[in-house]
């Protein structure tokens, strides 16, 4: 495979929003954390031992165990940033390609 097969390129007019949302997104991502780990406090379960144990399970799942909501957020933060910083290349790419054309454009033309 070439080096052109193996290479997605996107327009910056394309790429510019969809980094806006990816931006976008992982501040949803970061306020859900925020939210979650206010669930610590869950109560309503009463002072049965059975009752004590749902309502940690209900936290654990919340944050604090390794499949936790808090943790999943996290991961997909990580996962959007990884396709934010991406779409960011090709925004930089594209302008760093812009003014090296411009500035050969520039040369075209003059003699020294």
Excluded at 78 to 107: H, P, W
């Amino acid at each position: 495979m070439s080096n052109l097969e193996s290479e997605l390129s996107i327009d910056t007019d394309v790429a510019q929003p969809i980094a806006t949302a990816c931006e976008m997104l992982i501040a949803e991502y970061r306020r859900m954390i925020v939210s979650a780990r206010h669930l610590k406090g869950l109560g309503g379960f009463g002072t049965l031992d059975s009752g004590l144990a749902l309502q940690g399970k209900f936290e654990g799942k919340a944050f604090g165990s390794p499949d936790s909501l808090v943790n999943a957020l996290e991961s997909h933060i990580a996962a959007v940033d990884g396709m934010r910083a991406y779409f960011q290349k090709c925004i930089d790419n594209a302008v760093t390609q812009e003014q090296t054309t411009v500035d050969s454009l520039r040369g075209v033309g003059q003699t020294n």
